[in-house]
């Protein structure tokens, strides 16, 4: 792992079940300069990820005659693990990772939800480097992961103390992390991860515009990164708004609901570490007029709006 790496040429791969954890995930670590960013929902995706990405290092000293053997490399610089990977979980594939890789050369941050952050005793075991209770922010996940990229010998996750928080206790060359303050984002509740068999293959942009349905809000529970106190999303509400080039920053339309439906459309962009996303009226022609519609959530803007050039839409006629 390169010291001299900037966040932006480095690879970063998100395991997760959770849709909605790794897109949020991925919103963050975009706030943080990284650009190459991939995500798999399964064991199976991980592995061919991984697999695409290591090869055969030789080594110095069997270059110059040496009797050492070759090494395995990845050109992954972190990976981010949940607890929740079909079929079998996280802690299952972190020791399969840790079989191919050490805990210096491919650091793995290990998250769960807090009541799953009783696993973080046996992913410590296991071989992660450090771990994170879900739902945080790009400054809890930048705390995290700077110690994991610098270089060197990564820390690794020694021992554990669930007072007060649930969250990871002492670890190798690291301080304590603080207790959360008290306007930090509630915690999801606890779901079970999607078996294998409910994977469907992708479908066409009309089939997908015939499939969208109109997203439900409920009364109760919390959100991952939630922040919009009037409407509430988890994990069981599809993220509908897909990222354009790693960033929000396009032609997005929202559900109305008139008869025989419809579609509001605007310029939705998104200023870099950001908490809302900016919505811009349109001219006839489709193009922003520069004047500010309204702001909402990023929460709110992930399951509800779309990107118009991926379920098709009128206004993209008029371009």
């Not at 489709?286 to 839409?313: N, R, V």
């Amino acid at each position: 792992m390169a010291v001299d790496k900037s966040h932006a040429q480095m690879k970063v791969l998100i395991i997760d079940g959770h849709e909605t954890s790794r897109h949020v995930i991925a919103i963050l670590l975009h706030k943080l300069g990284f650009k190459n960013i991939l995500e798999a929902k399964t064991k199976a995706e991980a592995e061919k990820i991984v697999e695409e990405r290591t090869r055969k290092s030789e080594g110095m000293n069997v270059l110059m005659g040496g009797s050492g053997g070759a090494t395995t490399v990845c050109d992954l610089d972190l990976i981010i693990l949940d607890k929740d990977v079909p079929p079998d979980g996280g802690i299952i594939y972190l020791g399969q990772l840790r079989y191919q890789f050490d805990a210096g050369s491919l650091p793995v941050l290990f998250t769960a939800m807090k009541d799953g952050a009783d696993q973080f005793s046996l992913a410590g075991s296991a071989g992660a480097n450090d771990t994170l209770v879900k739902p945080f922010t790009h400054e809890k996940l930048s705390a995290k992961i700077e110690p994991l990229l610098g270089g060197g010998k990564a820390p690794v996750v020694q021992s554990f103390s669930f007072g007060g928080g649930g969250g990871a206790g002492a670890k190798k060359e690291r301080p304590k992390p603080e207790q959360a303050k008290s306007g930090a984002p509630p915690s999801m509740s606890p779901k079970k991860p999607a078996p294998p068999s409910d994977e469907k293959p992708p479908v066409s942009a009309p089939k997908k515009r015939k499939e969208k349905q109109k997203l439900k809000t409920k009364a109760g529970g919390a959100s991952f990164q939630r922040r919009d106190a009037k409407k509430v999303f988890t994990e069981d509400d599809p993220v509908t708004a897909t990222l354009k080039d790693g960033k929000i920053d396009g032609l997005y339309h929202v559900d109305v609901d008139v008869a025989g439906g419809g579609e509001n459309c605007f310029w939705a962009t998104q200023e870099e570490g950001a908490d809302m996303v900016k919505l811009y009226y349109l001219t006839a022609k489709g193009k922003s007029t520069g004047m500010l519609a309204k702001e909402i959530s990023l929460d709110e803007f992930m399951h509800t709006f779309y990107l118009c050039e991926e379920y098709g839409c009128g206004i993209l006629d008029r371009l």
